[in-house]
């Protein structure tokens, strides 16, 4: 267990619906990251949150969006869904100066029909 | 930012050491490489880091030339249950922001066999 926490462990839901998935990184952690992991493009990073901040972005769609708040834990939201959204979105955690170690929690697999 | 080639797959038997080698030519002076292991359906797990020689924990060894432009994991023994994808990273490059833009590559698929 990393300690790292992710809900909800299944979403199935229908093209052009929104979802939000939450994410509770390890206590003391101030860095949360997002990934996408679909079969045919491997492991994704989305974007990167520091203490409510927006730190880092990588391939993130504008239909995507994220935050973090004040206690930390955070929350990507995924608008207008498409068929190809279908993958597993993994949350990290880490400590600060440390990004290079992060801990992932279980993801969150996601079904778009 | 520092880009990773690593072997697509590779194949091994129970109680055998795996060596696997990550190329990271253009490895910056202040990044460390780390290795993380995935587990199908799972999120990747840390394995190893290291900055240069040699560092071993529980789980693995990690050998790191004086260039610094490879790494090599080294599973001692491996059982059937170390089947599973290893990535390796090596610092992920400065964003705009300061953040930390992390870049896995496709990783190496292991599979033990009986």
């Known amino acids: 267990d990393s300690g790292v926490t992710q809900t909800p462990k299944h979403l199935i839901t229908a093209t052009g619906q929104r979802v939000t998935l939450r994410c509770s990184p390890r206590s003391g952690d101030l860095s949360v990251y997002w990934y996408q992991q679909s079969l045919d493009q491997g492991l994704q990073f989305l974007i990167q949150?520091?203490?409510?901040?927006?730190?880092a972005k990588g391939n993130i769609l504008e239909r995507f969006s994220a935050q973090q708040f004040p206690d930390l834990h955070s929350e990507l939201n995924l608008s207008s869904l498409e068929l190809g959204d279908s993958a597993l979105y993994f949350c990290?955690?880490?400590?600060?100066?440390?990004?290079?170690?992060?801990?992932f929690g279980p993801g969150t697999r996601l079904t778009v029909l | 930012l520092a880009k990773t080639t690593q072997p697509i797959s590779m194949d091994s038997y129970e109680g055998q050491e795996v060596n696997i080698t990550c190329s990271h030519n253009?490895?910056?002076?202040?990044?460390?490489i780390t290795w993380y292991q995935q587990f199908p359906s799972q999120g990747p797990r840390f394995i190893i880091q290291g900055y240069k020689t040699k560092v071993t924990n529980e789980v693995a060894s990690l050998f790191i030339p004086a260039d610094r432009k490879s790494s090599t994991l080294s599973l001692p023994r491996v059982s059937l249950s170390d089947t599973a994808v290893y990535y390796c990273l090596v610092g992920g490059g400065p964003s705009d922001t300061g953040g930390f833009k992390t870049i896995f590559g496709a990783g190496t698929r292991l599979f033990v066999k009986a």
């Open positions: 949150y520091y203490n409510g901040e927006e730190r």
């Open positions: 990290a955690s880490s400590i600060s100066g440390r990004e290079d170690t992060q801990y």
């Open positions: 253009n490895i910056a002076t202040n990044d460390y």
